[in-house]
């Protein structure tokens, strides 16, 4: 069997699949087809996907298990499996975690096993605004010299989910620091700057703004002229791709070959909702 249709998005990465009727079960031989697609292309894009979220659970769970975001109070109640990334507020309350990935990152890079994919789903979105873009860090450590591909290729960098705290978030009342409890469950985790993507085989640069914050071995002094240099280059505009997002569109990434970033350019009190899921992943190697 072969998936009906895939057309490549960009150059830099993403395709849109259709022609699948993802409310169904696939089978093991489509799974299978749309882990490679997806790990070739970085990005899948399923259009019309008036998925329920029993549906959206079940479609992503047949790329493998799910989990539930550390902070608990973003998921979407009755279905720990869903993160609502949400700025819409009922009974003054917001119903999701807002300014959600508003810089370049790769989800759960700063846990033992990141997230090997996620799939985001559109529910809401204002008319003008709120793109989201993905970056192909294949393409990013493919540019890079030789010599700073064997420099990078054995090290290893630290990323700590409360960067992002302590940076973006930090002038947000929305997004207060995290407790002891979401603190201990998240310490500083040590990731290899360049990673083998499981199904491809392909080399990945592995570190992102969000979360990277040092080279392991290496006093800040040093290191964060490398980072820097290496988040620039990783967002040059030939690795980008930027989706214009419609009601019911369904965007399955994969975080071993990408980083993304939600821009943060709409009304504010336009309601933007999406819900997604995330696949469980491996130790990066
Ligand atoms: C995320 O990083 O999961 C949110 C992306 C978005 O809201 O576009």
Not at 9 to 18: D, F, I, K, R
Request: with cysteine; glycine share 8%.
């Amino acid at each position: 069997m072969t998936i009906a249709s895939i057309r490549r998005l960009s150059p830099a990465c993403g395709a849109e699949v259709s022609g699948l009727d993802i409310t169904q079960p696939l089978g093991a031989d489509r799974v299978q087809e749309l882990h490679q697609a997806l790990g070739e292309n970085g990005i899948l894009l399923f259009r019309d996907a008036r998925l329920s979220p029993e549906q959206h659970i079940a479609f992503s769970r047949q790329f493998g298990p799910l989990e539930a975001h550390v902070v608990g109070d973003f998921n979407l109640p009755g279905h720990p499996e869903i993160f609502v990334v949400s700025n819409v507020k009922e009974e003054g309350k917001i119903k999701g975690a807002v300014y959600a990935g508003q810089y370049w990152h790769s989800d759960l890079s700063y846990m033992p096993k990141p997230s090997m994919g996620s799939l985001l789903l559109c529910h809401e979105m204002p008319k003008i605004g709120g793109d989201t873009m993905w970056a192909n860090m294949y393409q990013a450590y493919n540019a890079l010299s030789d010599v700073m591909k064997n420099f990078i290729g054995g090290l290893n960098a630290v990323h700590d989910y409360s960067n992002a705290y302590d940076t973006y978030f930090a002038h947000l009342k929305e997004r207060p620091p995290l407790t002891p409890e979401q603190r201990a469950k998240t310490p500083p985790v040590e990731q290899p700057m360049v990673r083998t993507h499981s199904v491809t085989g392909k080399k990945a640069l592995y570190v992102n703004p969000g979360f990277t914050t040092g080279i392991v071995g290496m006093p800040r002094e040093e290191s964060q002229p490398i980072l820097d240099f290496l988040f620039r280059h990783s967002t040059r505009p030939e690795f980008i791709y930027r989706h214009q997002w419609r009601p019911h569109d369904l965007i399955f990434w994969d975080n071993r070959c990408t980083m993304h970033y939600a821009l943060a350019d709409y009304d504010f009190s336009v309601r933007r909702h999406m819900h997604r899921t995330t696949i469980a992943g491996d130790v990066p190697y």
